[in-house]
């Protein structure tokens, strides 16, 4: 079973910025992952994803242009660097992973990291 792990969240003052990480257990390579977010009292939104072997990356409108995606040659970590943060990206973030085989597509979820922009 494969697990994945966050790190990286914390409290950072708007204008800053924080690295997200994320691990797949197991060293498999993953077609793709991505980063969601549940901002308190909304539903869960998809921030960013990253697929397929060029690594097309996509992102919420709200979030583009300040959070970047990316993943590692093996592509069992993922990234989310997010610059010049604001309030409402407040949120608890989650890991997104998936993998497509004979059996159809498998997700895999993190557990979420806390994101708070406040001054």
């Known amino acids: 079973q494969v697990q994945l792990v966050e790190s990286g969240g914390g409290l950072v003052q708007p204008g800053g910025s924080l690295r997200l990480s994320c691990a797949a257990s197991?060293?498999?390579?993953?077609?793709?992952m991505a980063w969601y977010r549940r901002a308190p009292g909304k539903e869960r939104e998809l921030v960013a994803t990253?697929?397929?072997?060029?690594?097309?990356?996509n992102y919420v409108d709200s979030v583009n242009g300040r959070f970047t995606i990316s993943r590692d040659s093996a592509k069992n970590w993922a990234y989310l660097q997010m610059n010049s943060l604001k309030p409402e990206d407040t949120a608890v973030y989650y890991c997104?992973?998936?993998?497509?085989?004979?059996?159809?597509?498998?997700?895999?979820w993190g557990r979420g990291t806390q994101v708070t922009v406040s001054s």
């Open positions: 197991g060293s498999i390579s993953m077609d793709g």
């Open positions: 990253i697929v397929d072997d060029d690594d097309t990356t």
């Open positions: 997104n992973a998936h993998r497509i085989g004979w059996s159809g597509r498998m997700d895999y």
